[in-house]
């Protein structure tokens, strides 16, 4: 009976052990967290990002043309149950797609679903503490198309981007 009391903890140490043995953790990624403008956007434009807590990292993205939301999405950065890390896209009017990472360093993270139509890669570049630059891309027919969102770090004041 003591063995099948100590199963429930076997399992968690288990799982913690596989999520660290399948590469970095949220905290790697600390440096996306705080609230970011889009460079040239309208006010509002821009994404925030909350800090690793609970296994998750929360984002938000929104762009506002003429002085309306044109575009939102909501977004994640968890492990997936085999302990990949993962950015899970919730755009407006689409439907759910998960990009496990492709790779990690201190200063980028680069996740990839080949089998998604547009972008087939979602990455996020740190330049210093105060600039972000995050890059969808993939192919398009035959042709590879990149779409840069060059931001700069803003005071978190009500939601991402500058005051408005």
Known sequence: MGFLRQIPLLL???????????????SSLSWLSGCWASE?????????????AGG????????????KT??????????????????IAHPSGQRTTTFPVLRISGSEVVFEN???D???RVAYAREGDHRLR????????????????????????????RPG
Do not use: N, Y
């Open 12 to 26: 968690s140490v288990f799982a913690m052990a596989s999520a660290s043995a399948a590469g970095p953790g949220l």
């Open 40 to 52: 040239g956007g309208e006010p509002g434009s821009g994404e925030q990002w909350s800090a690793p």
């Open 56 to 67: 998750t990292m929360l984002g938000m993205g929104r762009t506002v043309k003429d002085g």
């Open 70 to 87: 044109a575009q939102f999405e909501f977004m994640e950065l968890r492990h997936l149950p085999d302990g990949t890390l993962a950015f």
């Open 114 to 116: 080949l089998q998604h």
């Open 118 to 120: 547009f972008p087939q």
């Open 134 to 161: 995050a890059r969808i891309e993939g192919m398009r027919g035959e042709t590879l198309r990149v779409v840069e969102f060059p931001m700069d770090r803003v005071a978190c004041r009500g939601g991402a981007g």
